[in-house]
């Protein structure tokens, strides 16, 4: 399977896989579940709010008519994978970034257009936030920073994606995530290695990756989740 995103499941309890063949569960300890319902779309975009998942990406063979022809827009479930409902941009965008702020708050950006897009609403409806710029992925730590992994190195918003700024002192990445709480970041860089920031601290790096990362994740007990060459991996934290 390719992975193009994890999440942590509503609830904690494990992880979910947003994969070229729908969404994927992953046992707590990182092992390789089941599909999640029945959909078989290709999830390029997926992120947890509270106990929505929102996705985006484009249908697969038997994925169903109403959730969009061509691309999926915004779609979101409310139990945890099993059914979707389309939300926005049906048949029209593919967003490849998507993340969630604390307070609900939806950052992404479709393939169309550079434009950063903010939804308050639970993806319903999306509006410029100011900013342009291609990022292939993004975050938000626990103040609210939007952060993108841009060709330009890592890049921070503390306008609510209004500007961003280029982080000198990070790592250049090419994935990013944050844990649950928002607490922790995790990312790995050109180079496969794999660093975490916790609560605005310097990045730290703390190990690496076997070849290119698909996707990674970080729990708020800093165990961090992993697709790679390898497959899915779990590299526990010394707690």
Known sequence: LHVHAIVTTPGG?????????GIYAATPDGQ???RVGDENFDAMGLTASGEDLIASGHPGRDTSEGLGAGNLGIIRS?????TWDPV?????????ALTAAPDGTLYGQATDSGELLSSTDSGVTWHPTGATLFTFGLAVDATGGILAVTPDGLQL???GGASFATLTDAPKLYVIAASPDHQRLVGVDT???????????????????HGAAQAITIADNEDILVVDDSGLSQLRSDR
């Open 13 to 21: 309890d494990g992880y979910l896989l947003g994969t070229h063949e």
């Open 32 to 34: 390789f579940g089941d």
């Open 78 to 82: 409310d139990d945890g994978g099993i």
């Open 88 to 96: 926005a941009f049906t048949g029209e965008k593919d967003f490849h």
């Open 157 to 159: 918003s503390t306008d």
């Open 191 to 209: 180079d496969g290695m794999i660093w975490t920031s916790t609560a605005g601290s310097a990045w730290q790096s703390t190990g690496a990756v």
